[in-house]
């Protein structure tokens, strides 16, 4: 699963360099009317406020008619989850991957138990066989056999004595556990694929948010600017101003909603939701929580991370495994028990005095003594299988530490981005009140108000952009470290 995790992040990373070029530049027009239904006269100085999240830029419940309907089907995070992990192709692969393993273990034991086999036989000899042999009068020809022959037989064989039986099972067993693991590994990162799904679309469904108020906002101001141009009191140019503003927010949120149509409809894909169905997002992005020590985040990948766990299994069965080379040429005794019961009569059906009785009970002894190289090529096999499942391990295990540092470094860079782009969004309010209290009253020009409000403007959309990013970072922690939260939510579809 380390590929698919690559391939998301690489995914991730796009999806974060797009939306900061698109919302940088979709919310300079769609913003700035909010700056002034939302004065910070009298706000707290940023400089002297706790860094926690703002709760009023959290994604709401429910949006405009166009998008959401009353109808919808309520999704929140974990039913979307939960639905990934009934439906989605690739946990349902690992999961015939683990009955294949699982079958493959019980191959292996009943090689140690007893083995019962029953066998019937019955014959019509149309010719029957003759035998001719010399004598004094001539050659002579004697009919053998009957016109019927019926036998059946009950056979007991027990393996007694095989040195490679004890290291084989082991290999087995280990090899059902490792796919397991890979079933929950690929649980996990379906989980994580959902997750990413389901934070886009909130992210988009915000941007649709704004931008339904913007408009809204925009074409009050035109009203407005009109009414005073009629009146005398605005000129032509801040009527064409405030036209053109509401003119560039419409296909700018025809874009957006487009890209949340988009959004929602991965979502439908990876969650098994039939094409088309109305969605309700109920949850909104979540507290993220301290990022942790490194050694201890590391500590923690290692010991619940199941892409490791599946390779440290796999590399103990193929070290199994090169013990079941080295034995094979080792001696093996088995026993054999069978019971036969046969008739050779003129009849169809053979009364039971043309029946005869036999048993037999014996050991087998087995011992390769020289195999022209044979068993020496079996183990350098074995020994080379063995090696690479060691180095992969051992890569593995480094890849889950870059990956870890690289989270825990980013959770905490996000981190730092929230708290530092919300304290500027707090002083480009507070800047913005003040610029509309000197254009009212004449101290200042509109050139100075268009300038707070698309420092407001700037400063939300980072913050939007801050709050999703942070998301997702919390997210690529918990895949780095094989989250048990994480691994316990997805166990509860297995079986």
Not at 10 to 24: E, F, K, M, N, P
Not at 207 to 230: G, I, P, S, T
Not at 461 to 467: I, K
Not at 482 to 495: C, F, H, R
Request: charged share 25%; net charge negative.
């Amino acid at each position: 699963m380390n590929r698919a995790r690559q391939l998301d992040s690489h995914r991730r990373r796009c999806v974060l360099t797009l939306r900061s070029g698109l919302a940088a530049g979709l919310l300079l027009t769609v913003l700035p009317t909010f700056a002034q239904d939302e004065p910070a006269a009298g706000a707290q100085d940023p400089g002297d406020s706790a860094h926690s999240l703002d709760s009023s830029w959290q994604v709401p419940e429910s949006f405009g008619s166009e998008t959401e309907t009353k109808n919808a089907l309520e999704l929140s995070l974990d039913e979307a989850i939960r639905r990934a992990l009934e439906t989605n192709e690739t946990v349902l692969l690992a999961q015939s991957e683990v009955s294949r393993a699982e079958g493959q273990l019980r191959q292996t034991v009943s090689q140690a138990l007893p083995q019962l086999s029953a066998d019937a036989h019955y014959g019509n000899n149309l010719e029957k066989p003759v035998i001719f042999f010399a004598s004094d009068t001539g050659v002579q020809k004697i009919t053998i056999g009957s016109d019927y022959d019926v036998d059946a037989s009950l056979t007991l064989s027990q393996q007694v004595l095989d040195l490679r039986f004890g290291a084989a099972r082991r290999a087995a067993r280990l090899s059902a556990a490792a796919a397991r693991a890979g079933a929950q590994d690929a649980r996990a990162a379906i989980a994580y694929q959902t997750r990413l799904a389901y934070f886009e679309a909130l992210l988009d469904r915000e941007l649709v948010v704004v931008q339904d108020k913007a408009l809204e906002a925009a074409q009050k101001r035109l009203e407005q600017v009109e009414q005073f141009y009629q009146a005398g009191t605005a000129a032509e140019f801040d009527q064409l101003t405030a036209q053109v503003e509401v003119d560039n927010i419409r296909p700018e949120r025809i874009q957006t909603e487009n890209r949340l149509a988009i959004a929602l409809e991965d979502l439908r894909r990876i969650t098994g939701i039939a094409p088309g169905t109305p969605l309700r997002l109920t949850d909104g992005f979540p507290d993220p929580g301290e990022a942790p020590d490194f050694e201890q985040a590391v500590s923690v990948a290692l010991d619940h991370r199941q892409d490791i766990v599946a390779q440290r299994l796999q590399a103990e069965a193929a070290a199994a495994m090169q013990t079941a080379a080295e034995r094979s040429s080792f001696p093996t005794l088995d026993f054999e028990s069978t019971y036969l019961r046969r008739a050779s009569s003129a009849d169809a059906i053979p009364s039971n005095n043309d029946f005869s009785n036999s048993w037999t009970a014996t050991l087998a002894f087995s011992w390769p003594l020289f195999e022209s190289g044979a068993r020496a090529g079996r183990v350098a096999v074995a020994e080379a299988a063995k090696n690479t499942q060691a180095l992969r391990l051992r890569q593995l295990e480094e890849d889950a530490r870059l990956e870890v540092r690289r989270a825990v470094l980013g959770l905490r860079a996000a981190r730092q981005q929230v708290m530092a782009s919300e304290a500027n969004v707090r002083r480009a309010e507070k800047a913005l009140s003040i610029a509309g209290v000197r254009y009212k009253n004449g101290l200042s020009t509109q050139v100075e108000l268009n300038d707070a409000e698309l420092a407001v403007t700037r400063a939300r959309s980072n913050y939007a952009q801050a709050l999703f990013g942070l998301a997702i970072a919390r997210a690529d922690l918990d895949v780095a470290q094989g989250d048990p939260a994480l691994l316990a939510a997805t166990a509860k579809t297995d079986g």
